[in-house]
């Protein structure tokens, strides 16, 4: 049987960034735009999305996005001072996982979701370093819809790096990066479509650490 041309130009080659202290691997095809743009819609369908508030210096924000918090049943989870109890796994949330966790050669119990609805929405410079993630965690990051800007900033540098991510794309974040690193998504004045973000990870036990 003739190969498609699909097969024939699907490139998943990774893109190792050149990050000192960090381990940074992108791979910009990594889910082929047809199917990229199915995800796009059906994720921002069938994810419940939350507007989230958080407590800063006893001061309450809203998160400048929608959030959701999918994984295994005991896999509860501490951002910035909000609990998130994880929503049951759907069906392309499972597919997703599957195949990063083939890439990556790691096992994830949880995923975070991110729905940046405009350029009005970002999320401020931080490391995913909370205790439950453990020590030098491996997380998988999807995106879909918009392109936007992730940025790195060293944090014993003024090294900086601008990352645009791609529809489709996967950033395998590992090694010290969470640790000598924070990153953002800034927010924009350009006139941006949704984007949606999902960053695997797994989330110890308490009796883990
Ligand atoms: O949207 C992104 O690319 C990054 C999201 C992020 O940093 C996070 O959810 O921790
Ligand atoms: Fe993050």
């Known amino acids: 049987m003739q190969q498609s041309l699909f097969d024939s ?14 381990d940074v691997v992108y791979y910009p095809n990594f889910i082929p735009p047809p199917r990229a743009s199915e995800l796009m819609v059906i994720l921002q369908q069938t994810i419940l999305w939350k507007k989230d508030q958080i407590t800063l ?6 998160v400048p996005r929608l959030q959701a918090w999918y994984g295994d049943d005991d896999a509860a989870y501490e951002y910035s001072g909000l609990t998130m109890q994880p929503q049951t796994w759907t069906k392309e ?4 996982k599957k195949i990063c ?12 979701a991110n729905l940046y609805r405009n350029g009005a929405d970002g999320v401020g410079r931080h490391a995913d370093d909370e205790k439950e993630l453990g020590q030098n965690p ?5 995106s ?16 900086k790096l601008r990352l645009p991510l791609e529809s489709g794309s996967l950033l395998v974040m590992k090694g010290g990066t969470q640790a000598n690193w924070q ?15 999902l ?11």
């Not at 210096?57 to 809203?62: A, D, L, S, V």
């Not at 949330?93 to 997703?96: A, Q, V």
């Not at 491996?138 to 999807?142: G, P, Q, R």
């Not at 879909?144 to 090294?159: A, I, K, P």
């Open 57 to 62: 210096y006893g001061k309450i924000f809203n």
């Open 199 to 209: 960053t695997f990870r797994s989330i110890k036990k308490n009796s883990d650490f």
């Open 93 to 96: 949330l499972l597919e997703l």
């Open 144 to 159: 879909f819809g918009e392109t936007r800007n992730l940025d790195f900033y060293h944090n014993h540098s003024t090294q």
């Open 101 to 112: 966790e083939q890439t990556t050669k790691t096992q994830f119990n949880s995923v975070l």
């Open 9 to 22: 130009d699907y490139d998943n080659t990774p893109i190792i960034l050149h990050m000192p202290d960090a």
């Open 138 to 142: 491996v997380i998988a990051s999807l």
């Open 183 to 197: 990153h953002g998504v800034a927010k924009s004045k350009k006139v941006l479509g949704p984007r949606v973000n």
